[in-house]
């Protein structure tokens, strides 16, 4: 008796850690991500449609490593190597929204990391141009994102520079934030348009800034409170 | 050489050895990861000491009467472990990063294996030494003070291989140690193993130096994330007793703290400086009559524009942007307190040219100590301005300082600091903005309550900050803030799309014209503070209360109470990334305690025979456990200060206390094993720990100033005395127990080493939480406790 607990303990503790390689089916995979729309999204207000529906859309497990696909649709951001996280669910749907895409709408982002934002905005807007400077991210992320979508637009290089070619953007997601704002950026920004950063260390993304040029090219930012969760309340 | 004396020998070798691959591995372990889980790992490791007694306990005889060929063994096996302990962990299969446990489960089994691997040469090294301990327990004196004697030594010799080799190179030469006390105390019936064993962990260990490679570190340290941008190399590297310096190019590494948004020009590339793979600072390019810097399109531009400040004093001056920038200005001199003197050096000689000769420039003087020494023995000097570091880091540091001690920022430090400003003086500090805001908020109360505690009735007037999107720049003026001041920050506010936060007549609309936040009650709260409204700092949420140097943890924030509430709020997986530090001090301690009663104390309890009078051996060596490291813990924050130089006052106390405990060993041979002798020493400990609690502060601050000689001999009499006591105790316990039940030694060795491996977090968290002062007494309690019961001796080992 005493053998077969240990053994079974073993056997338990070794499932326990190597239960993050189970694969789900197609299927699950779906209810999973309706759940995680459901549970985390629009519950926390997001309302927007297109958002949604993207959010929806987009296969995220397929963006995360493997050993990580199983917590793909959980609450949280998850890492990618390199130091780098996918945005936690909400992060994304919620930065999605904010710059408020619309079908015509030409989105630059600054990180394209595991590639999900990119995809996510590239099944609302008409063109996606994204920028990774690590390279193995970068091709990774272009290798995924060409095989799903023509509309999105894949370079390895350093975001400081942004992409002039193709510059004003209506909006601009920095998904690796950095400590200044590269000037670039801001010129490459449309009068009128908006930028959207997250500022946190990684696995914690709780405040974002959007950053808003007005139509005079005046700057303004504003930081949001911390999204990913209730608003913060101090004890008195 | 006579067998006892090759014993001895090699027992302090080998002593030196284990102390040293501690601190060598914590190094290594503080590189890779953090400094706080160093801690962590070397608790496991030192549980090996505890399990040590343990097997002691349970198989006493067996090993005694192999002790001839078993000792020498261990110590060999123990180095050959440590050559490698490293190394293995560095490998694939076995890394972990501390991010990660949080959010991967595979992390745990990685993180076990790496407690293991650490533990190895701990267990094997520390039975060697029981082992010695209890068989020759008639002269514990000697043995005891080679022991101490080896570990003092071994805390020197780890101190110069910092400095003059590279950290992954260190735990081989010491291993090497280990194993040449193992040849050297086996006879030469049991030599040939040991040879053996020690020609392969020569030839290993000559591998691992020759072949020392670049350390991998942490993917979310500093250093590896420079490390993955394009064209990134390490251009300077060099091992350094304050940490391992490193120096890394890319031609995308750029430095623009929170840079305004008005700012249109291109943002220089910089080079930028590793410690320990923690970002410390850029390369600056200074250009003698250079007029903008890009720090002035930053709030940190504010304190220059209203004055011109022609003495400056920038303290922990190390990050070179700034220094470039104060220069910038052509103040008349500027003395920079830099307490890394590797990274001074650097820039005066390798990177002299690249920084414009700035580090070498005639008005500028750099002092390479600890700020608050150079304060307070500066009180002949007045200063324009005093410029702090930046304090946090971008998007907020998740507690990783939490349990920094950090004199800078002190009530005590920005007294002084006030008192050296000139009637137009200035202090200025600038942090990042966090969110939930902990450190603005602690900013303004440390700066409000400074000028209140100076006779300021309303702070209000003398205070000023501005904010960004990023950062916020405080500064606190001893004359009130001048009309012409005032219109001059909101001029420049203007200009850079920077927002006054706190300046004579500010309105809600200006504070957030520029940069809105859905933080509404972040105003209120800020004005409360500066009104001297105690209770908003009391009832926040974060401790926000100024730092003190009873408390020096400006970083901490978080109250353990208040883990409910904030779990409520953030979500419990969201805490460890709040405040990390702190929190692993406390999963380091409850895990250290969980270990070392299942490792040590209940096999222990399971041993069948009963055992008189075990409470009095738990008490007195618990107490000494205790009460040892809580005072050493004491002596290095106090002589941190007294000598202005953290690395050496570290380690003049461990090795002034280790070596005199050693000569107290050594002399407590001379004393019959009764018990009116411990009971004595522990009185006269006790009383003299009693007059530490309330004087040893007062002693130091009045001769800070004093020459140095002056200053070492002082604390030569101060660590030395005590610990010359102290180092009577444990031997002296041993050879009493031996005498009338030999059966308990085991146990002795067993909880003395257990209570240590908890100690060190135990004595953090009452530092944080209460303060030094109670992590004294406590220590003071310890030693009154082990006096007690040997002087009422009946009533705890029931003779």
Redesign the interface.
Known sequence: MGTFNKTGAAVFILLFFISGFNQLTADEYERERNRMVRTQISSRGISDRATLDAMRNVPRHLYVPDVQRRYAYQDRPLPIGYGQTISQPFIVAFMTEIIEPGPDSKILEIGAGSGYQAAVLAEIVDQVYTIEIIRPLGEQARQKLNAQYDNVYVKIADGYHGWEEHAPFDAIVVTAAAEYIPPPLVEQLREGGKMIIPVGSPFQMQQLMLVEKGEDGRISTRSLMPVRFVPFERAN | MRPMTRLITGLGLHSAALIAFQLSLMQLISIVQWHHFAYMIISIAMLGFGASGTLLALSRERLLSASGWLVPLLMTASGFFMIFAFRITRLELFQFDV??L?????Q??VLAANYLIYFIPFFTGALAIGILFIKHAGQIGTYYFSNLLGSGIGGLIVLFLFGNIYPQQVPPLIGLLSVTAGILSSGRRHILPNISLGAVSVLVAIYLIAQPGRIET????GI??AM???GAEVIYSKPDIHGLIEVVSS??L??????S???????PVKKNIFVNGDFFGVVPEYKTGQKAHILDYTTQVFPWEIGKPGKVLMIDAGEGATLAQAMSRRPKHVDAIIDNGGVVEMMQTVFAEHSGGLYLHDSLDIHVVEARNFLASASDKEYDMIVLPQQES?????GINALQENYSMTLESFSLMWDLLGPEGIITVSTW?D??PRTSLKILATLTETARNKGIGSPVQHLAAVKS??NITFMLKKQPFSLEAVEKIRHLCEEL?FDPLLLPGVTLEERQ???????A?FFS?VDRIVEGDK??IE???FMISPATDNKPYFSQFLRLG?IR?LSG???T??IP??ELGYLIVVVTLIQGTILAFIFIILPLLRLRKSHRGKGGTLLYFGALGIGYMFVEIILIQRFVLYFGHPVYALSAVISTMLIASGAGSLCSGRLPAIARFPAGIGLIITLMLLFYTFFLTPVLQSTISSPLTVKVMLSLLLIGVPSFFKGFMFPLGIRYLSSYDASQTPWAWGINGSLSVISTSLAMLIAVETGFMTVMTVAVVCYGIASTVFAFRKNFFRI
């Open positions: 991010y990660l949080f959010v991967e489960r595979a745990f089994p942490s993917q979310y340290k590896s994330q993955n941008l394009p031609p995308a750029r430095f623009a703290p929170a840079l948004l008005s700012f249109t020009g291109e943002v971008f998007g907020g540091s998740a903005t969110y939930p999107w990023g799309y014209r520029y940069h809105m936040s859905d933080d009650e709260i209770k908003v009832d926040y949420s208040n509430e709020i953030y979500t997986d969201q990334f709040l």
